[in-house]
C-alpha cells in the first residue's frame, strides 16, 4: 500500500486500467477534441494525426520526458492538505545581515507573500536576492504553508538547494530535477525545475520562480500556466530577476503584478555603465587581426592589472579569436571557455584563482559566476545569440566586488541592435532609481 | 540444436545511437518517431522475396502501456499478418515445473494458422535482435506448421 503523501497536491500518472486506492481522486489526462487534443498536464494542443496511437488512442508528445501522458493513462490525486510535521526551532537558521536597504525589500516580499500576491522582485545583479526571500519563506513554514521554488535552470535550483539547507536547517527540502534518480517525497519545502512543476496540481500557498527570464525564449506561456497549474487557487507567487523580459514587464505595467525594485548592489554601489562601440571585428578577424580600439582597451586593463571576461557569440568562434589574441598578448595567460568544454570547471576556477588574466567565453558565463574587480568585454554584442536580459547579466559580472565597485563594460557591434538598446536602457533605468535612493539616504545623513 | 538455421538481416548495428533510439521510441512511447526508420525499414523488406511477412506481437500487458506494437509501427504499406499471438503470462513458478515443461512453457507464441503455411515462406520482422531467442521461438512455430523457410529482419543487431 502506497503511502497517500505521494499523491498530495500531485497528478501522478497510472495505467487506466489500475485499481484506485481508496481517498484517491482520478483525473483525466487528455481531452479529445474534433482535430487536436489536450493535455491536462502541459495544457498544449497537438493535432490527431501527431498524437495518434493505433486503436484511437493519443498522446501528448509535448511533455513526453517527464513520463508520456496518454488516453491510456489515468492521473491520480489527493488535494493537498498541508500535513507537515512541526518544525524544531528555530525556522531561520541563517546568520546573515540585510543591509537597511535588502531589509526593507525582503519585508514589503514578506507581507505580499502572507498575502498571496502575485509579485516580482526586481533587483540587480549582486544584489543578495536569495537572502532576501529568507523572511519570507520562514514566515509562510511557520503559517504552515506548502512553498515551491523553481527556476528555469537546473543549475540554479543545484546552486540554491545547499544555501537553503543552511538557512532552514530544522526543515526538511526535497530536490527535484530531471537528471535526479531520487525518488519524490514529500517535503514543506520543495526546490525543483519550472518544467517539474507540472508534475504538481494545486500544491503551493507561494511559489518563488528564480531567474525568471534564464531561457530567453523560453515559451512565457508554458511557464504561466505550469505556475497556475501548481499554484492553489488562492496561491502567492514572487517572480525573482535581474532582467525580467517582456511579457512580465506587460503583467506589471497592467497592475496585475506587484513590483518590488532593489537598484543597488549589495555595497550600495550603481550597475556599471554600458559602452557600446562600433567595430568591424569579424572581416579583421578572418586575418587573425582584431580593431584597434578592441586590442587597446584590453591592453589598458591587462596594463592596469584588471582581468577581464570577453565574450564571443559563438563556440566557432572561440578559437579564432584565441589564436588572435595570443599574438597580440604573448606574455599573459588565458584560456577559452564554453558549455561542452570538459575542462570547464577548473578553468572558472583557475579564473577565480588568478592563474589566468583572461578567460574568452561564450554566454554560458552570463549569469551565476563571480570573478571579483572584472572587466567586461563583449565581441558581437549584436548578434541574435545576445538577447537584451543576457546582455544585462553579462554587464553584471563587472563591478561586483566591494574592493572595485566598478568595471568597464563594452559592448563590441558592427550595427545597432534593438537587444543591445534595450539593455542599455534597464541598465540606465535601474541606475536612475538607485541615484533617486542613495540621494535620499544621503539627504537624511 | 533445430535442425533448420534462421536466415536473419539486421539492418543497423544496435550501438548506443540505437539505443537511445530505442528507449525514445519504444520506452518513452513516442509513436512518431517510427517514422525516422519507416521507408526505409519497409523499402528493404518489400525486396525480399517471401509469401507471408509476420511481425513478433507484443503482450496484452505493453498494449495496456504502450500501446502500440513497435515493429508494426515500422512497416509502411507492407503487407503483413497478425499470425502470431502472445500467450498468457503464467502465475506459476519455473521451479515448480520438470524439463519438458519449462522447455514447452517457454515457448511465448501461439501460432493461430498453422496449416495456412504449410510449403511457404515466411519473413518475421522485429525490431531488435540480441540473443536470437525470441525469432527462434517464432520461427520454431513456423517449421512445425511446414513451412518451407523461414528468414527474419530486425532494424537492429
Known amino acids: 500500500m502506497m503511502d497517500l503523501s505521494y499523491y498530495y497536491g500531485r497528478k501522478v500518472l497510472v495505467n487506466r486500467l489500475a485499481p484506485v486506492p481508496a481517498g484517491v481522486r482520478v483525473l483525466p489526462t487528455i481531452e479529445v477534441r474534433s482535430r487536436n487534443i489536450r493535455c491536462y498536464r502541459c495544457n498544449q494542443l497537438t493535432a490527431k494525426t501527431i498524437a495518434a496511437l493505433p486503436h484511437n488512442e493519443f498522446y501528448c508528445p509535448h511533455c513526453i520526458n517527464l513520463g508520456r501522458v496518454s488516453t491510456l493513462n489515468k492521473f491520480y490525486h489527493v488535494p493537498e492538505p498541508n500535513q507537515f510535521l512541526p518544525i524544531k526551532q528555530p525556522i531561520l537558521t541563517w546568520h546573515g545581515k540585510l543591509s537597511p536597504l535588502q531589509e526593507q525589500v525582503s519585508l514589503t516580499v514578506a507581507q505580499r507573500m502572507a498575502r498571496h500576491e502575485h509579485q516580482l522582485l526586481w533587483a540587480v545583479t549582486g544584489a543578495g536576492k536569495t537572502e532576501m526571500m529568507f523572511a519570507g519563506i520562514a514566515a509562510a513554514i511557520r503559517r504552515g504553508e506548502r512553498i515551491g521554488i523553481a527556476s528555469p535552470r537546473v543549475d540554479v535550483c543545484l546552486e540554491l538547494f545547499p544555501r537553503l539547507q543552511v538557512a532552514f536547517a530544522n526543515c526538511e527540502i526535497a530536490l527535484l530535477h530531471g537528471r535526479q534518480e531520487l525518488p519524490y517525497h514529500y517535503a514543506q519545502l520543495t526546490i525543483c525545475t519550472t518544467h517539474q512543476l507540472l508534475r504538481f496540481y494545486h500544491a503551493f500557498d507561494n511559489l518563488i520562480i528564480d531567474e525568471v527570464d534564464a531561457f530567453p525564449y523560453a515559451a512565457d506561456k508554458s511557464l504561466l500556466y505550469a505556475t497556475k497549474h501548481a499554484l492553489k487557487a488562492d496561491g502567492g507567487c514572487l517572480y525573482l530577476t535581474a532582467?525580467?523580459?517582456?511579457?512580465?514587464?506587460?503583467?506589471?505595467?497592467?497592475?496585475r503584478l506587484a513590483v518590488s525594485y532593489l537598484p543597488l548592489r549589495y555595497h550600495g554601489h550603481l550597475l556599471p555603465r554600458i559602452k557600446v562601440q562600433l567595430v568591424c571585428w569579424r572581416q579583421r578577424l578572418k586575418h587573425r587581426q582584431l580593431p584597434r580600439r578592441c586590442v587597446q582597451r584590453m591592453n589598458k586593463s591587462l596594463v592596469r592589472h584588471h582581468r577581464f571576461?570577453?565574450?564571443?557569440?559563438?563556440?566557432?568562434?572561440?578559437s579564432s579569436v584565441f589564436i588572435t589574441l595570443q599574438a597580440y598578448f604573448p606574455r599573459y595567460r588565458f584560456a577559452t571557455v564554453h558549455a561542452n568544454d570538459p575542462d570547464r570547471l577548473i578553468k572558472v576556477q583557475r579564473m577565480r584563482d588568478g592563474e589566468y588574466d583572461f578567460l574568452i567565453t561564450t554566454s554560458i558565463l552570463e549569469r551565476g559566476v563571480t570573478f571579483p574587480e572584472i572587466d567586461v568585454y563583449?565581441?558581437?554584442?549584436?548578434?541574435?545569440?545576445?538577447?537584451?536580459?543576457?546582455?544585462?547579466?553579462?554587464?553584471?559580472?563587472?563591478?561586483?566586488?566591494?574592493?572595485?565597485p566598478t568595471g568597464n563594460v563594452i559592448l563590441w557591434v558592427s550595427s545597432n541592435c534593438r537587444q543591445v538598446r534595450q539593455a542599455t536602457q534597464q541598465i540606465n533605468y535601474m541606475n536612475r532609481k538607485g541615484q533617486r535612493i542613495k540621494?535620499?539616504?544621503s539627504v537624511m545623513q | 540444436m533445430y535442425g533448420w538455421y534462421l536466415h536473419h538481416h539486421g539492418i543497423y548495428r544496435y550501438n548506443s545511437m540505437m539505443k537511445e533510439y530505442m528507449r525514445r521510441y519504444k520506452f518513452d512511447g513516442d509513436y512518431?518517431?517510427?517514422?525516422?526508420?519507416?521507408?526505409?525499414?519497409?523499402?528493404?523488406?518489400?525486396?525480399?522475396?517471401?509469401d507471408y511477412i509476420v511481425p513478433i506481437p507484443i503482450t496484452t500487458t505493453?498494449?495496456?502501456?504502450?500501446?502500440?506494437?513497435?515493429?508494426?509501427?515500422?512497416?509502411?504499406e507492407v503487407p503483413y499478418l497478425t499470425a502470431l499471438q502472445t500467450k498468457i503470462e503464467k502465475k506459476a513458478p519455473q521451479s515448480s515445473k520438470n524439463r519438458q515443461e519449462r522447455l514447452a512453457a517457454s515457448q511465448?507464441?501461439?501460432?493461430?494458422?498453422?496449416?495456412?503455411?504449410?510449403?511457404?515462406?515466411?519473413?518475421?520482422i522485429d525490431d531488435v535482435y540480441t540473443t536470437g531467442r525470441t525469432l527462434y521461438h517464432a520461427a520454431e512455430l513456423f517449421h512445425q506448421a511446414g513451412g518451407d523457410w523461414v528468414g527474419s529482419v530486425s532494424l537492429a543487431r
Open chain 2, 108 to 124: 511465448p507464441f501461439i501460432l493461430k494458422t498453422p496449416a495456412k503455411f504449410k510449403h511457404k515462406k515466411i519473413l518475421l
Open chain 1, 378 to 404: 563583449v565581441l558581437g554584442a549584436d548578434e541574435a545569440v545576445f538577447s537584451s536580459s543576457a546582455l544585462v547579466q553579462i554587464a553584471g559580472r563587472a563591478g561586483r566586488a566591494q574592493s572595485r
Open chain 1, 309 to 318: 571576461l570577453l565574450f564571443v557569440p559563438h563556440v566557432v568562434d572561440l
Open chain 2, 62 to 76: 505493453t498494449w495496456q502501456t504502450r500501446g502500440f506494437n513497435q515493429v508494426v509501427g515500422l512497416l509502411r
Open chain 2, 32 to 50: 512518431r518517431l517510427r517514422k525516422v526508420f519507416q521507408c526505409e525499414f519497409s523499402t528493404y523488406i518489400r525486396q525480399i522475396p517471401t
Open chain 1, 439 to 441: 540621494d535620499e539616504v
Open chain 1, 243 to 255: 532582467t525580467p523580459g517582456d511579457a512580465l514587464l506587460r503583467e506589471v505595467r497592467q497592475r
